[in-house]
């Protein structure tokens, strides 16, 4: 493993695969992923990649969509690029071999999803994330990166330059070890673990942000965590809910309670493509109005061999626990998906520490303001990710000359996870209150003090799930209005003074 590179990367999901991959003619490049290279969320991602290809569609529409999910909180330079940016990116994936659906005159079979006023949505079948990782981890193979698996990055280590580098666990030694770089970037992806019912990967446990935190970060937008509505009840593999994705509702599937009576038409005048925080509110209300755990998602109406092909991944998984889709419905429950808040960054994907970047679901760049448009997470991920590989180019070298001190006491945390998920989510969750919040608050802190300063080796992601509760938490409370994702039954109304982003910094970093 080398000691020193001129780009250290954290994350090996398509953020950190497409900087690792267009940085690598600009200098040394190593990629830290602290389990296998493709466990991510990426992998997982189904519906596809969002970006301006119909013929009746145009740059504006897709902006104008995307500002109207965030409910005033999108950075719209940042809404911008991303939009404008996306199209070629998706080609050049494309040219890159990913083998994204096509229609029949040649082009990209463009789905339709929730929020979105056209159709525009890159998919390869249902495992659109597969194949995205596949192309990228062949790409930064012939690019000559090195990816190091099983590394799991600590913290990181800032000095008077900014963030020269990481604290990472070697896997072979088991002893605390640092790699310097001139720029560091996470690429660390969501938070999902945080919470019991979750369709993120057990590698979503928030590092990233809580390692940006500790070393006194701005971090932004946290109490934004989308709940997808519609992750199989009661079933989990590897320690993740499986998700039907919203373009199952795109092609017609219906949302109906438990004793089959379609419910969406009460909620929204979109009905079933209504944006994603209104269906599972909707689907949390009729679960609770009906009490019953789950409410139902029927295709059954469409053509067998039409279900088959476009959700192959769908169909199996489903009939492999005795559920027939082209059938009958398919038992669904509301789960934690994405996170719209994280590392506040620039247009270029800077942190508020010198040399220290942030990209994916790790970072906040306004894009998605207080709600995200289904499939501009993995468009946003492309386009700063391209972005900042651009930017490095420009950094100046560090000068490692001098001895640089390590702080490399280990510390040993208690193993909290299942604890916090249980309060995060009993208080946490789609409908949240003062009160609530102040009881999770106070749990939280009890367990935040238990880990003592220093660098932790073991239970290190339970730590990082503490800090990170913690500022969804302080987040939620700062916010005393309903917004986006974000909904206090005691206030139950948008309140226009809060037309602003949360950021949180800590006080006194280490
Ligand atoms: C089931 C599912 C379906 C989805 N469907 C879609 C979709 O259709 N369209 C869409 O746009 N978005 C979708 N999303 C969201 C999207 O997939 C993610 O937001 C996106 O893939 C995040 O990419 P990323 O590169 O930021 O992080 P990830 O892909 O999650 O990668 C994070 C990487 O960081 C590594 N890592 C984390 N912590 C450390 C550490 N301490 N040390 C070393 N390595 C570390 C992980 O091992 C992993 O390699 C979906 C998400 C899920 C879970």
Redesign the pocket.
Known sequence: MPKQVDFLV????????TFATKSAKHGSVLV????R?A????????????AVFGENDAAEFHIEDTIKAGEGLCHEEAVSIMVRDGPTLVKELHSMGCRFSMNSKGNFDLAREGGHSRRR?V?AKDY??QEI?RVLLEETKKAGVTISEN????DLVVQDEGCTGIY?LDANTRQIDVIYANATIL????V?QVYQHT???P???G??IA?AYRVGAKIANMEFVQF?PTAVFNIKIDG?AF?I???VRGEGGVLKTKDGIPFMNKYSEAGNLAPRDIVARACLTEMLTTDSKYVLLDVSHLEADFIKNRFPTIYETCLSWGIDITRGPIPVVPAA??LCGGILVNEWAESSIPRLFA?????CTGVHGANRL??????E?LVFADRAARRVQNIKNIRFTKQRSMKTTAKIGPNLMFQIKEIMDRYVGLLRSEKKLREAEALIDGFYRLFEEGIHIIN??SR?VTVVSKLVIESALKRKESRGLHYMTDYPNKNHSFTTDTITKISDPN
Request: aromatic letters at 4%; glycine letters at 16%.
């Open positions: 954290v994350g090996s999901g398509i953020a950190g695969l830290l992923t602290k389990k290279k466990d991510s969320s990426t992998n997982y991602a189904q519906g596809g990649i969002a949505i998919h659109t994330g990782e590394e799991i990055a600590l990472y690429a660390t992806g969501g999902g369709t993120n990967p590698i979503a446990t590092d990233g390692m997808h993740r998700l994705s919203e373009a998906h994405y990209l994916g679901e790790c970072s289904a499939s501009n997470s993995l468009l991920a290190a992601e990082n």
